[in-house]
C-alpha cells in the first residue's frame, strides 16, 4: 500500500486511514492496490479492497449505511445487526 504526501507529477497522494472498532471487524486490502487519501471504517462486518484497485481521492468506506429507522436506537442500541460487509 503506497500511503504518503508527495506530489508525484500532478497527483496528489494523501495519507489513508484504516480503523476497525470491534474484534469481529476486519480489513483486508490484496496485492497491488494503490489508496490516495482513503478512509476505511470498519464496525462488525468486513470491508475488502480487491486485487489491483485503485481508489481515488477523498473517499470513505464504511459498513455501515447509518439509517436509523428508530430515532433513539443510537443511544441505547449499537446498530451492528444492519453492518453489511463491503466487497
Not at 496528489?12 to 486490502?29: D, E, K
Not at 459498513?63 to 436506537?73: H, I, V, W
Request: net charge negative; hydrophobic share 40%.
Amino acid at each position: 500500500m503506497r500511503s504518503n504526501v508527495y506530489r508525484w507529477t500532478v497527483i496528489h497522494y494523501g495519507f489513508s486511514f484504516l480503523q476497525t472498532f470491534s474484534s469481529s471487524a476486519s480489513i483486508v486490502v490484496r496485492d497491488a492496490v494503490e489508496l490516495n487519501d482513503v478512509e476505511i471504517y470498519c464496525r462488525s462486518a468486513i470491508v475488502k479492497v480487491g486485487y489491483d484497485s485503485i481508489i481515488a481521492p477523498d473517499l470513505e468506506i464504511f459498513d455501515k449505511d447509518f439509517n436509523c429507522q428508530n430515532e433513539g436506537a443510537y443511544t441505547y442500541d449499537a446498530g451492528f445487526s444492519s453492518d453489511r460487509p463491503i466487497y
